[in-house]
């Protein structure tokens, strides 16, 4: 899982992962922490997925699925009709 902060955090480093949503998701190491622009990337890592994290998985694979269908389809040209 991976996640932006302000902060960096160190490889290693234990974190509490908690969403305003969902509220607390559980334990996790950080696997990375790379500088993207003004935040930071982190790399999260589970010893086990907690139930939370694929409900929040799964909501958010969900809602890339349904913007991928919201986008609007290329027009058909009669070009491709035979």
Do not use: T, W
Request: a positive charge.
């Amino acid at each position: 899982m991976k996640l932006e902060a302000q902060d960096r955090l160190e490889q290693g480093m234990i974190v509490l992962v908690h969403s305003h949503e969902f509220g607390r998701i559980g334990l996790a190491s950080v696997g990375g922490c790379n500088r993207n622009v003004l935040k930071y990337e982190v790399e999260l890592r589970f010893s086990s997925p907690p139930p939370r994290l694929r409900i929040l998985e799964d909501l958010i694979r969900k809602a890339a699925e349904r913007r991928a269908a919201s986008k609007p389809q290329p027009a058909v040209s009669p070009k491709n009709f035979v």
